[in-house]
């Protein structure tokens, strides 16, 4: 009678859970799985012969200085999203948490830059860094320079494009800390009032050790999302000119659906993937050792 | 006293300077869109217009804007109604099921969380030729639903097991099995869950560009960040078409936001919060 009653259960259980991992399986574990056999191959996608060339594609990236160069992009890039989003966000997230109820409006309108689509945003500042009339060059006529183009110059067009990415992050991770300001007890607050410290002394002393824990999500949230960056650079740059804003995704979609390299594409898509998690897992480790040494 | 002013002033200052980064360049998109394109041409993209025109939306509205609007619109509400239904079972299981592999399956679930879309692109590109979805609006519901599926089955499961577990206990005392206790007693309780989460994923469906770029090629399939791609090139030389388009593909999301912005907030918070 109890055998029955444990299978009724399980049955029931495998009932509820089998859609979900219908999807799951068949849109990311399968795909994760074929992605690597597809590194495997010579083939560009649509033509009956495809050739098993073993590791030939592996060797290639190792010596790809494109995709070294967009795994350095992405480097810089995580490097820059930290240093300068979290202090954005974070103290914004605070300056709304201090005002209270009032901060309503402030903090609908702060939120807005990340409720667009990528491509509206991308669209509106290519035209916001145009070089005919855009605002560098009107920055610079102003001051009897010349025209300015700062997505077409090599030097700046990274940067450029860094700066929306900014534009459409801080909002994000500002919602993020304001949710971890909000979990912080009021009492704390007034306590560090009647010992008559400071806003500065209360943000830095109390607040910021306390937020330790979303301060490291928020970090490994950036990482990931730094590496795996793909819209903005594309819809901005396609990752021009001649290499100088490529991010690892833009090369890996230009080498398959453009240039048509299936299965090299596919291999750098597994190069990607196995930076990500080593990246991921390498920074959890390092951010948890500190921890423990304190 | 002097420097407590001083500071004061300083963190109005830095209010002040990010309200006018975030709205500036909405601004921006508003007025150049009222312009005409000889305006623009003469005057560039700094000034107010000579002449407010609302010819630029009558162009680009009876050029057949809204069968974009219609393709996201369905895309969207087809994969919400999907992932929720799924998600709600799949939530049910790991909240309420003690059985130890349902919690393996659970950490599963989590760690499929951080696989980029990238990843998994090329095969889900290939496979979805082979079942003959390619370049129909169909093929972009899978991974919608399936990529938004671990972020909302994990913020769906925290928030049945606040459930208070009486309530459970009354219910077996009353007889109904695992089907009436889901669909009469936990659905109903976690309408503010559900809704939550229901916004944090409508907003990634409506904005999504990496699958549609690649699932979908002709124009009558195309979701509307797609058609926005797809108007650069066209009306490349008339830009304020191009920002009307641009505002009226914003609108939406502005007026949801204009009337929901409290649980829109706490949507994105409950997702930002998944670490």
């Given at each position: 009678m109890r055998?029955?009653?444990?299978?009724?259960?399980?049955?029931?259980?495998?009932f509820f859970l089998l859609p979900a991992f219908f999807f799951i399986i068949v849109y990311i574990f399968y795909p994760v799985v074929d992605v690597f056999h597809l590194s495997t191959l010579d083939w560009n996608g649509i033509s009956p012969n495809k050739i098993n060339i073993g590791l030939e594609n592996w060797k290639t990236l190792l010596h790809d200085k494109y995709f070294f160069t967009a795994a350095l992009h992405n480097i810089?890039?995580?490097?820059?999203?930290?240093?300068?989003?979290?202090p954005l966000a974070i103290t914004l997230a605070f300056m709304l948490d201090r005002m209270g109820r009032r901060s309503g409006i402030l903090k609908v309108i702060y939120y807005l830059p990340s409720l667009f689509s990528t491509t509206a945003v991308g669209l509106l500042f290519s035209f916001i860094y145009t070089p005919r009339n855009g605002i560098f060059t009107v920055i610079s006529k102003l001051f009897g320079g010349g025209i300015v183009d700062v997505l077409g110059n090599p030097h700046t067009s990274l940067l450029a494009v860094f700066s929306v990415i900014c534009w459409t992050a801080v909002p994000y991770y500002m919602v993020f800390y304001l949710a971890a300001f909000s979990g912080l007890p009021q009492e704390l607050y007034e306590a560090a009032v009647i010992d008559s410290a400071n806003l500065r002394q209360y943000f830095f002393g109390i607040a910021l050790p306390l937020l330790k824990n979303s301060i490291k999500t928020a970090c490994t949230l950036s990482l990931i999302g730094s590496l795996k960056y793909f819209d903005l650079v594309y819809i901005m740059t396609e990752g021009g000119p001649n290499y100088s804003s490529d991010l690892m995704a833009t090369y890996m979609y230009r080498l398959t659906f453009k240039s048509r390299q299936m299965g090299y594409g596919a291999t750098v898509a597994v190069g990607m993937f196995l930076i990500i998690t080593t990246f991921t897992y390498l920074f959890q480790y390092l951010i948890n050792r500190n921890a423990k040494e304190e | 006293m002097i420097k407590k002013y001083t500071v004061?002033?300083?963190?109005?200052?830095?209010?002040?300077?990010?309200l006018a980064l975030s709205l500036l360049p909405f601004y921006m998109m508003i007025i150049n869109s009222l312009k005409s394109s000889q305006d623009y041409g003469r005057n560039g993209f700094f000034t107010i217009p000579?002449?407010?025109?609302?010819?630029?939306?009558?162009?680009?509205?009876?050029?057949?804007?809204?069968?974009?609007?219609?393709?996201?619109?369905?895309?969207?509400?087809?994969?919400?109604?999907?992932?929720?239904?799924?998600?709600?079972?799949?939530?049910?299981?790991?909240s309420r099921i003690r059985l130890?592999?349902?919690n393996l399956l659970f950490m599963l679930v989590i760690a499929s969380m951080t696989i980029s879309i990238h990843v998994a692109l090329i095969p889900i590109y290939l496979l979805t030729r082979r079942i003959a979805l390619y370049d129909t609006i169909a093929a972009l519901v899978g991974p919608y639903v399936a990529f938004n599926l671990p972020i909302t089955i994990f913020i769906l499961t925290s928030f049945m097991k606040e459930i208070p577990v009486e309530l459970e206990e009354s219910a077996w005392i009353d007889g109904c099995g695992h089907f009436r206790f889901f669909l009469s007693i936990i659905t109903p309780l976690s309408k503010a869950g559900i809704i939550t989460v229901a916004i944090y994923d409508i907003i990634s469906m409506w904005n999504e560009f990496g699958f549609a770029l690649v699932l979908t090629q002709s124009p009558n399939t195309r979701t509307l960040p797609l058609a926005l791609w797809n108007?650069?090139?066209?009306?490349?030389?008339?830009?304020?078409?191009?920002?009307?388009?641009?505002?009226l593909s914003v609108l939406p999301?502005?007026?949801?936001?204009?009337f929901g912005q409290d649980k829109l907030i706490k949507g994105m918070m409950a997702g930002a919060v998944k670490g």
């Open positions: 055998k029955r009653g444990t299978l009724k259960l399980n049955m029931t259980a495998a810089l890039i995580v490097v820059l999203s930290i240093v300068v989003q979290m | 004061k002033i300083l963190i109005r200052v830095y209010a002040a300077v990010f000579e002449e407010i025109k609302m010819i630029n939306y009558v162009k680009v509205i009876t050029d057949g804007i809204f069968s974009y609007f219609k393709n996201s619109i369905v895309v969207a509400v087809v994969s919400l109604l999907i992932l929720l239904a799924i998600a709600l079972c799949a939530s049910y299981a790991f130890r592999w349902v108007y650069k090139s066209q009306y490349g030389s008339n830009v304020p078409m191009l920002f009307a388009v641009l505002v999301m502005a007026i949801a936001f204009a």
